[in-house]
Nanobody, 130 residues
Framework: VQLVESGGGLVQAGGSLRLSCAASGFLFADYAIGWFRQAPGKEREGVSCIGSSLGTPTSYYADDVKGRFTISSDNAKKTVYLQMTSLKPEDTGIYYC??????????????????????WGQGIQVTVSS
């Protein structure tokens, strides 16, 4: 499994960006894919995750991005997107895409704990200027 992120960059506060995570060697059956970010001087944290277990799709958002970020997947393209709107300077960081081929816990739990994600992308920089 390989993950390749794209779509990062520099944007002014209030602006929008769409991140893409293209997966190869990956079947979108039981799976979880998430976006995690690491701000300067801070620990990596779960931003949003999406997945499916036994055919039931589930998504999760961290509290500080609810209503501003939207995660979606295009199974035919094997790509997961993170649409980010109303961006704030505190959204600045390196954003990583990560995947799990199993769903041993609920998607929200996996995302909050960053548990079970065995494959990670290289990360992409998102900078929001004030």
């Amino acid at each position: 499994v390989q993950l390749v992120e794209s779509g990062g960059g520099l944007v002014q506060a209030g602006g929008s960006l769409r991140l893409s995570c293209a997966a190869s060697g990956f079947l979108f059956a039981d799976y979880a894919i998430g976006w995690f970010r690491q701000a300067p001087g801070k620990e990596r944290e779960g931003v949003s995750c999406i997945g499916s277990s036994l055919g039931t799709p589930t998504s999760y958002y961290a509290d500080d991005v609810k209503g501003r970020f939207t995660i979606s997947s295009d199974n035919a393209k094997k790509t997961v997107y993170l649409q980010m709107t109303s961006l704030k300077p505190e959204d600045t960081g390196i954003y990583y895409c990560a995947a799990s081929l199993t769903v041993p816990l609920s998607i929200p739990t996996m995302c909050r704990r960053m548990t079970g994600f065995g494959t990670w992308g290289q990360g992409i920089q998102v900078t929001v200027s004030s």
